[in-house]
């Protein structure tokens, strides 16, 4: 899977969610590492999803992982608090916004 890929699946998994359980902001920028590496953003700002290939200077906390490991993450194969205990991502800044953007993308 391409990073394009998996912005557009993320991009659509948040368009069909119910997002009122994110009010006001939620910034959480994603540094991935391994074989592809790369940026993206996602931000849901007053229940509206974007999803986009930059850096996020004003982000919530920032999500440092795999391609693979993120994947398996926004796929459901991988919980975001064992991947945080096993190392295979890594968390900076607001904690809780990163597991409510998990919670709403199940």
Known sequence: MA???LTAKIYNKLSKANLAGA???VAVQFNL???VTGVFYIE???GVPS???YEYIDHDAIVSGSLTNIEK???GKLIP???VAEGKIKIEGNFDKVMLLAELMK
């Open 73 to 75: 993450i926004v796929s």
């Open 33 to 35: 590492t391994g074989k």
């Open 81 to 83: 608090q064992v991947a």
């Open 44 to 46: 849901i700002l007053n």
């Open 51 to 53: 999803v986009m290939p």
């Open 23 to 25: 009010e006001g902001k």
């Open 3 to 5: 990073i394009d890929q």
